[in-house]
């Protein structure tokens, strides 16, 4: 008997196929860097979240060198019951101190952490208020807390305004990317923790693409800012500026507890390998240390906005190491993309559902260890496909 069910899956991947909108993994076969091997070619990235320049820095591999000798590999268990190495306690102590909140708490992956913040601080009578270009995994975290899913236009603070003083829920709960990962721009962090004072509300902030780049010293968002508030819940990524994986939240001690009793992407997972934990150690290091790298990474950012300025494609607003360029059409964002591949440099198309409908873009993403000639190549490429078209 025929399976109807797969034969649909054929005709969706088919549909995708037709749209532009199918994905293909590519094969990375050297370590993360502005010069990659990928499926058997010598490239340029313009494509990772390594902003920093960390990812396959000697310090880090000497850490985690180091550390599998003395701790092993894998953690063995969870952290509430034999997981929870003295590695993983001075991350958390030493990340603590670092963003100047009281306590952090470890997670495998952002996406738990979103996942286990919103689910623990929320349930049916919660209300969840989240800005319409934040991260899958906060959508997707708002819908598993069973709380009540408000959106609101980009930055739009007055529609937030008015949403939430018209809410009765028991819970309020804001959520926001503080550097949105497809557009690059950074969020209103002052008026936002203003409008949750207003209105007696939480604000989550992930700062997935801020920590290490933004801030004091790469302390990210906040400290850019300067913004201290008991109501905040701060999540940062460690595998992007930070260059190695996993996620870690931070704020107010109770926060963190209640999150350890009540986390369930925390409670029911096994532990990260604990030589991550000790591997961090050294990129905090790194980060603290590394406002030449940010310098750089500055001066990187104003020379490819000041070589595409006046371009036929529109350089979205951002003064963050995420710069999108607006071309529209999945199947000409593609074209772009391949004509680049073929000149020796990776910039991936971006396509819907991952941005709106017309909106596919170029997401370049620039790095510390990228050098200016590497950036006017980039430029130059981009000129000559407009010119072609």
């Not at 968002?221 to 999540?235: D, E, K, N, Q, T």
């Not at 990187?300 to 006046?310: K, M």
Request: glycine content about 8%; overall charge neutral; some cysteine.
């Amino acid at each position: 008997m025929p399976f109807a069910a797969l034969a649909r899956l054929r005709d969706d991947l088919a549909q995708l196929e037709a749209q532009g909108l199918k994905r293909q993994r590519r094969l990375l076969e050297s370590p993360q860097g502005t010069h990659i091997q990928v499926d058997g070619r010598a490239l340029v990235s313009f494509c990772s979240n390594d902003y920093l320049g960390l990812a396959n820095h000697p310090a880090l591999r000497d850490a985690a060198s180091a550390a599998a000798q003395t701790m092993g590999v894998g953690a063995g268990a969870s952290h509430l019951i034999t997981g929870h190495h003295a590695a993983h306690h001075a991350f958390e102590t030493r990340f603590a101190e670092f963003v100047g909140l009281p306590a952090a708490l470890l997670f495998s992956t952002g996406y738990m952490a979103n996942i286990g913040v919103v689910t623990a601080l929320l349930g049916r009578d919660g209300a969840v208020f989240a800005d319409r270009l934040n991260h899958a995994s906060l959508n997707d975290a708002a819908l598993l807390s069973r709380a009540k899913f408000i959106r609101y236009p980009h930055n739009d603070l007055a529609m937030l305004d008015t949403q939430l003083a018209a809410s009765t829920a028991r819970q309020k709960l804001v959520l926001v990317d503080a550097v949105f990962s497809m557009d690059g721009d950074i969020a209103p962090l002052p008026a936002l923790l203003a409008l949750c004072e207003r209105h007696d509300a939480w604000l989550l902030v992930d700062d997935a693409h801020g920590f290490g780049v933004l801030g004091h010293n790469g302390r990210g968002a906040l400290s850019h800012f300067g913004l201290v508030s008991p109501r905040i819940v701060y999540m940062a990524t460690l595998g992007k500026a930070a260059g190695v994986a996993g996620a870690v939240v931070a704020g107010a001690a109770e926060v963190i507890d209640w999150l350890v009793q009540s986390a369930r992407t925390y409670i029911y997972t096994t532990a990260t390998p604990p030589l991550l934990s000790a591997t961090l150690l050294a990129s905090m290091d790194l980060i603290e240390s590394g406002d030449a790298r940010r310098a750089q990474l500055r001066q990187l950012i104003q020379q490819l906005r000041d070589g595409l300025a006046g371009s036929a494609w529109q350089l979205m607003a951002s003064d963050t190491p995420i710069q999108p360029v607006l071309i529209g059409g999945n199947i000409a964002a593609l074209a772009a993309s391949q004509a680049l591949l073929e000149s020796g440099m990776l910039v991936p198309a971006i396509r819907p559902p991952t941005v709106p409908v017309n909106a596919a873009r170029l997401r370049i993403t620039l790095s510390a260890a990228h050098t200016q000639a590497e950036v006017a190549q980039l430029v130059a490429a981009l000129h000559a496909l407009q010119a072609h078209d």
